[in-house]
């Protein structure tokens, strides 16, 4: 996990520098969402899901609400080689309701697969 908020923090930083105005960010940790579960997939990609009810990262980064059904999703951050042009932080954040929670995990595969292709998505 560690390394992943490296990358975010590395490409936001780069997006803060370039920014007309440059800006500062405050750090990212992932202690702001203690009730989250995180797998790292890689140092450039995070699947999560976000308990029903509470606050974090799929509520944070999303315009979804705290509610009685958790949020999965998955994040990845560009690399550096991208350049700019390509640089980006991409985030998928589900929320269905309990019929359709196998259709959900098989969202964020089919995301996370398309992500880790060689031509990208």
């Known amino acids: ?3 992943y908020i490296q990358s975010v923090e590395s490409y936001y930083q780069g997006v803060a520098r370039q ?3 440059p800006f500062t960010l405050p750090p990212i940790t992932v202690e702001q969402f203690p009730w989250d579960m995180a797998h790292s997939i890689s140092d450039r990609m995070v699947e999560f899901v976000t ?3 509470h606050e974090g990262y799929g509520t944070s980064g999303s ?3 705290r509610w009685s059904r ?3 999703g998955i ?3 560009s690399p550096p080689s991208a350049g700019m042009a390509g640089a980006g932080l991409y985030e998928v ?3 269905l309701p309990a019929r359709d929670d196998v259709l959900a995990g098989a969202i964020i595969r089919l995301e996370e697969d398309c992500l880790q292709s060689e031509g990208g998505c």
């Open 1 to 3: 996990m560690r390394g």
């Open 19 to 21: 920014a007309p105005r």
């Open 51 to 53: 308990p029903a009810n």
């Open 63 to 65: 315009v979804l609400a």
């Open 70 to 72: 958790p949020i999965e």
């Open 75 to 77: 994040s990845t951050v």
């Open 93 to 95: 954040f589900v929320r």
